[in-house]
């Protein structure tokens, strides 16, 4: 168990709704990742908060977006939902923002079907 | 860009045998470089890591050595079990006011009895 945990663990829509992920990081950990892992892209960084503001944006679609809460717990907004989303989106947390030793730890996912 | 490349899989092993699973990685200064393991239905959990060059990272048996000169990491077992069969990913971690990975496409090890 990495300590990280995230809800719901499946979740199954229809094109063109939205949906709400949710990242709860290990205690003490101040930064969050998003991720998404698809067949066809691979494990694609997504966006990263820290304590609360953006830190850094990857391949992540205007059509989603993310906030940090001041509990530091994550979520993450996926809007007008296509085909193609469907993946399996990871969260990910360490204690800083960069550096040498500030380890990333995954927690379990949640696989998000597209219908 | 930086970019990570590895072997495609799948790659099929029976019980005891070598395992080599080949890296490279494309990247400007000195990044740090992972091995991530994804058993079925489970989160990516940390293997081992290198954060500097000629560095050698070992975990249950793995181990993987960044070589500047090659710019490899690649993953060796010398005895690998059924229990390893899972997808295992390299990754690099870039300097600068980020700490987010960049991700190889993952290679599936199915290790048979």
């Known amino acids: 168990d990495s300590g990280v945990t995230q809800t719901p663990k499946h979740l199954i829509t229809a094109t063109g709704q939205r949906v709400t992920l949710r990242c709860s990081p290990r205690s003490g950990d101040l930064s969050v990742y998003w991720y998404q892992q698809s067949l066809d892209q691979g494990l694609q960084f997504l966006i990263q908060?820290?304590?609360?503001?953006?830190?850094a944006k990857g391949n992540i679609l205007e059509r989603f977006s993310a906030q940090q809460f001041p509990d530091l717990h994550s979520e993450l907004n996926l809007s007008s939902l296509e085909l193609g989303d469907s993946a399996l989106y990871f969260c990910?947390?360490?204690?800083?923002?960069?550096?040498?030793?500030?380890?990333?730890?995954f927690g379990q996912g949640t696989r998000l079907t597209v219908v | 860009g930086n970019s990570v490349t590895q072997m495609e899989g799948p790659v099929t092993l029976s019980e005891e045998a070598f395992l080599t699973i080949n890296c490279t990685y494309t990247?400007?200064?000195?990044?740090?470089l992972f091995w991530y393991v994804q058993y079925p239905g489970e989160g990516l959990q940390l293997l081992l890591k290198?954060?500097?060059?000629?560095d050698k990272g070992s975990n249950k048996g793995f181990e993987a050595t960044y070589r500047k000169e090659t710019t490899s990491f690649h993953l060796e077992k010398g005895s690998v079990q059924v229990s390893d069969s899972a997808v295992y990913f390299c990754a690099l971690r870039h300097g600068g006011a980020t700490n987010k990975l960049i991700f190889g496409t993952g290679t599936l090890l199915a290790v048979q009895p």
């Open positions: 290198a954060t500097k060059a000629d």
């Open positions: 990910a947390s360490s204690v800083g923002q960069w550096g040498m030793n500030t380890e990333a730890f």
């Open positions: 908060y820290y304590n609360g503001e953006e830190r």
């Open positions: 990247a400007t200064g000195y990044p740090s």
